[in-house]
């Protein structure tokens, strides 16, 4: 598109109606055509009613969304702000670059059919789309190359690292800034303390840490929280094996490792015990239906309970709830140890935590009022000693069960606690939205979890509170047998990365340290296998598969980012040059294409903050790579003339650039050299 002035882009904009302001990115000037800073803000505008809805500035694509909406609102009758939100991005970009369905417009009279070729038709000249094409009942919208090339790579190069987020998104009110930001909490990993790091905690570890991340970058106040299982009769077992199993530099060493060999040895002396005793209760149950003599039995019984390596346990736990300093001592050693572990392997996943919460930290008071809460809104009732919520009463709620609150020892459970962890976040935190990140085996318990809060009348809590689940890792082990902990896991991912790396031996001599690029690869490896399929399928944990660089794997991913890298370092241009590259030389359909594909990434975040799966960024990034590798033979840049590489190279560095912002919005760590 060549020749455009502002007077015939602002006589554009003043025929298609479009009113309002909303800020526009600010295109470079160029040697070559396209249309200007002022030239696209004035097609673009959107009407007041949209500004909230729509941020040009951060994302392009919206000013295309307004320039078609009110191109199209006098042809169809429909004001621009009904069809803004109508205009969606496709699938693939041999369907456009946005396409509306016809039938959505809700429009009487003729067929949707007959409409779409009426509209297509009437459809005026602009200087930034095509006129539309007719499938169906839908309308296909392909923007023109120049000013789309100009728009998106001048966006890109200038918002770096930002480009594609929106801070606005995570506003109170994004009409008024100073209402704040909307807060979330994301629970999530929220690993057992002496007992293995499985499979859940992985992945809960993975999506979680992908969701705070989403939220970040869509300008939300994001609280990471990490809630360990620190807590109940498993410590008072852990304190007597240490006392009988115990090593100082173990503990020291790998406090997690320690802890959990240990409990594995105590186990195998209570196991038997509790065994013995449960064989005894039943030589009981059977004198008594006898109707013998059963009091040498309830002796042998009460004995072998009395002392029990169980029973030591108990009373030690008792001594932690009860507030003694020493046995409090030991186990904030244990946590405190435990954390400080958790914390180095957690840096190696880019993953941190603002508050390391646990079951400890639930205060009585906040049970206590729980319950105290259920009873008085008759919520909870007595059953057999015990104390129920029982769902099944209202057909609404029938399939939720009976869920129990409170034993018949008078002892909480994970529900009471959970009630009144709630409650107390709730109260500390003020939090617009908390995300439980947590498999889909508790998919019940987090179900009853929120229609309690609910009934008790705690509405504005459970409104707020949202399950993110997960499906199950199969076959999940390494070489050296069943995995026990996170570490185990990336030790061997890395080590196989390692050796999949010393297969072509003259690239590995040039990477300067392969053992720390190796675990960088054999993280985003198992990162990525993760995230490949929706959150709730199932997969099979192959190291074969994962660490392989054919197909969507992460080692693929990472070579895309380290070969632009490398085109980027052979190329040798200054930042200069690629700011004052003449981007219209940009013809070919492979440069057009890759483009199109760059543009829609800030709708790709925006609809990823809907899907919350971490798929819907990975598939993106594949498809990109995909074309990206089909264009290096086409768009040279070593050996290409001066102007042409100046150009090549500005579409190939904002290229890397969306890659690296789409893989740091999974935690990966693009690496530049492999």
């Known amino acids: 598109m060549d020749g455009l002035n502002e007077a015939q882009l ?5 025929d298609s109606g479009s009113i309002g302001s909303t800020p526009i990115p600010i295109m470079r000037k160029t040697n070559g055509a396209g249309a200007d800073a002022a030239g696209f803000a004035s097609m673009t505008k959107p009407s007041p009613s949209n500004v909230q809805a729509s941020h040009t500035a951060i994302n392009p694509i919206d000013g295309y969304r307004h320039h ?10 429909v004001p621009a702000d009904e069809i803004y939100p109508r205009l969606s991005w496709t699938q693939t970009l041999d369907k456009g670059d946005l396409g509306i369905a016809v039938p959505s417009l809700r429009l009487k009279g003729k067929k949707p059919n007959e409409q779409a070729e009426e509209f297509a038709a009437k459809f005026p000249h602009s200087d930034l789309v095509e006129k539309p094409i007719v499938a169906g009942s839908f309308l296909q919208f392909f923007f023109k190359p120049g000013p789309l090339t100009e728009l998106v790579i001048s ?19 994004p009409l008024d800034e100073t209402k704040g930001k909307k807060r979330i909490i994301v629970e999530f990993s929220s690993p057992n303390i002496a007992k293995p790091f499985h499979a859940g905690h992985l992945r809960s570890t993975i ?7 989403l939220h970040e970058a869509a300008g939300w106040d994001v609280i990471r929280m990490n809630y360990l299982g620190d807590w109940g009769r498993q410590f008072g077992l852990l304190a007597i094996a240490f006392e009988k199993y115990g090593d100082e530099g173990k503990l020291a060493q790998d406090p997690i490792s320690h802890l959990f060999d240990i409990y594995v040895e105590i186990n195998k002396i209570s196991g038997p015990e509790e065994d013995e005793i449960k064989q005894k209760k039943e030589e009981l149950k059977e004198a008594k239906i006898s109707k013998k003599d059963t009091a040498e039995l309830e002796t042998e019984l009460s004995e072998l309970e009395a002392k029990s390596t169980n029973e030591k346990a108990r009373k030690y736990f008792k001594r932690l709830e009860d507030g003694d300093e020493a046995s409090l001592a030991t186990w904030r050693r244990f946590r405190d140890l435990s954390i400080e572990r958790y914390k180095k392997t957690y840096a190696r996943l880019n993953i941190r935590y603002d508050y390391y919460s646990g079951e400890s930290k639930v205060e009585t008071k906040w049970m206590e009022d729980a319950a105290k809460r259920l009873e008085e809104t008759g919520v909870s009732e007595d059953s057999q000693g015990a104390v129920i919520v029982d769902l099944t009463k209202n057909p609404k709620t029938k399939k939720l069960g009976k869920a129990l609150v409170k034993k018949r020892d008078g002892s909480t459970l994970y529900l009471t606690r959970d009630i009144g962890e709630a409650v107390k976040r709730y109260n500390t935190y003020h939090f617009d939205k908390m995300i439980y990140v947590v498999a889909s085996q508790q998919d019940l318990h987090l179900a009853q979890l929120f229609k309690i809060l609910e009934l008790m009348g705690h509405n504005d ?4 509170c949202q399950h993110i689940n997960f499906g199950m890792v199969l076959g999940m082990s390494t070489r050296r047998g069943t995995v026990k902990f996170l ?25 300067e340290n392969p053992e720390e690029t190796a675990d960088i690869l054999g993280i985003t490896a198992v990162m990525v296998q993760d995230m490949t399929g929706k959150r709730v399928n199932n997969y099979e944990f192959s190291l074969e598969r994962m660490t392989s660089f054919e197909g969507d794997t992460g080692p693929y991913l990472q070579y895309a980012h380290a070969r632009l890298c490398s ?19 940009l013809h070919e359909t492979h440069a057009v294409n890759l483009v199109r594909l760059l543009s829609q990434w800030p709708d790709v975040v925006q609809n990823t903050m809907k899907t919350l799966e971490p798929v819907t960024v990975l598939a993106y990034l594949f498809k990109m790579t995909h074309m990206l590798s089909s264009s290096y033979d086409v768009l040279k840049v070593v050996g290409s003339e001066r102007e042409i590489k100046k150009a090549r190279m500005a579409l190939y560095e904002a290229a890397r650039q969306v890659l690296n912002n789409g893989m740091s ?8 050299r492999m």
């Open 10 to 14: 602002d006589a554009n904009a003043r």
């Open 68 to 77: 078609i909406a009110n191109l199209l609102a006098p042809i169809t009758g």
């Open 155 to 173: 966006s890109v190069l200038k918002e770096k690292a930002a480009y594609g987020t929106n801070a606005k998104l995570g506003l109170r009110d």
């Open 207 to 213: 999506i979680g840490g992908f969701l705070a991340n």
């Open 461 to 464: 809590i459970a409104a707020k």
């Open 487 to 511: 570490d185990d896991i990336l030790r061997d991912v890395g080590e196989k990365m390692h050796e999949v790396m010393q297969r072509n031996q003259s690239k590995y001599e040039q990477v």
């Open 567 to 585: 085109i980027t370092r052979k190329a040798g241009l200054s930042d200069k040059d690629i700011d004052t590259a003449d981007l219209s030389l």
């Open 665 to 672: 919005l999974l935690g990966l760590s693009p690496v530049e």
